[in-house]
């Protein structure tokens, strides 16, 4: 059974950092484009950022500068490291893989973590 499981988010007061990982497990996805997706309380689901198997990230425009996606292959982890935190960055952050080596569709999602910050 495939799992993305994502870990690190929590409460951190604005200006502040904080790492998420997302650990697969069930097969391995060395091959496939991985990404965060985020939503907000009313509001649709955003995609915050997108590694390709071979390291191509790419970043929405809200978070570009501040948040830095990256993979460990050797561990079938994806990383999202997101400083300079902003109170409007407060929302449930789920980790998501794409079937193929660049990002298109969502195949499978995690699970989610909450990351609020305070102002």
């Known amino acids: 059974q495939v799992q993305l499981v994502e870990s690190g988010g929590g409460l951190v007061q604005a200006g502040g950092s904080l790492r998420l990982s997302c650990a697969a497990s069930g097969r391995t996805f060395t091959d496939n484009a991985m990404g965060w997706y985020r939503q907000a309380p009313g509001k649709q689901r955003e995609l915050v950022a997108t590694i390709t198997s071979e390291g191509t990230s790419n970043y929405g425009d809200s978070v570009k500068g501040r948040f830095t996606i990256s993979r460990d292959n050797t561990k079938n982890t994806v990383y999202l490291q997101m400083n300079s935190l902003k109170p409007e960055d407060t929302a449930v952050y789920y980790c998501?893989?794409?079937?193929?080596?660049?990002?298109?569709?969502?195949?499978?999602w995690g699970q989610g973590t909450q990351v609020t910050v305070s102002s």
């Open positions: 998501c893989a794409a079937p193929r080596a660049v990002w298109s569709i969502v195949e499978y």
